[in-house]
């Protein structure tokens, strides 16, 4: 089902861009453009199951009371790493597809929480005390402008690096 909706939006993004732009949807730079949007909608799925294995887990550990001064810190863990399972999964079936299988999955996905680790963890926790700290910006307001740099850094990081996507 999930993979039906992904191959609908595709198609609308293709038209879309074609029409815009008067080329085929053959044109590498359609191809990138389509790329990047379709890892945009893995990245606003992932944010979204994020959250809610977030709130479960809180939920969880909150009324199990297994962990309760660390509760939230373990909810976040438990939802980093099912949520980047979940971009894994979608990135190397719908963005990065892999038409050969030669691709090492394990690899790719050890790949893939190196690099969303980095981004989403450590680059904007700097990047937030960037704003917030020291340029004195709102702490509501940070985080989107995190997502300008890591959004787009991460898609470079996992095209070129966690799957090794050169071409368009």
């Not at 191959?7 to 815009?20: A, M």
């Not at 399972?85 to 929480?113: I, P, Q």
């Not at 995190?146 to 095209?159: A, D, G, I, Q």
Request: glycine residues 4%.
């Amino acid at each position: 089902m999930i993979s039906r909706i992904f191959g609908f939006i595709e198609q609308v993004i293709k038209r879309v861009l074609c029409s815009l732009l008067g080329t085929r949807s053959s044109d590498e730079k359609v191809q990138g453009v389509i790329q990047f949007v379709k890892f945009g909608i893995v990245g606003l799925s992932n944010t979204l199951i994020s959250y809610v294995i977030y709130i479960i887990a809180l939920w969880l550990f909150n009324s199990t009371k297994v962990i309760p001064e660390i509760d939230y810190l373990a909810a976040q863990f438990v939802s980093f790493m099912l949520s980047v399972l979940w971009s894994f999964y979608w990135n190397n079936r719908f963005v990065f597809e892999d038409g050969n299988n030669k691709r090492n999955v394990l690899h790719a996905l050890f790949k893939t929480y190196i690099s969303y680790a980095f981004t989403g963890l450590f680059l904007n926790s700097i990047l937030s005390i960037v704003w917030v700290e020291i340029l004195h910006w709102s702490k509501i307001i940070a985080p989107i402008i995190n997502l300008l740099v890591s959004v787009p850094l991460n898609f470079v990081m996992n095209k070129f690096w966690a799957f090794k996507s050169y071409e368009v």
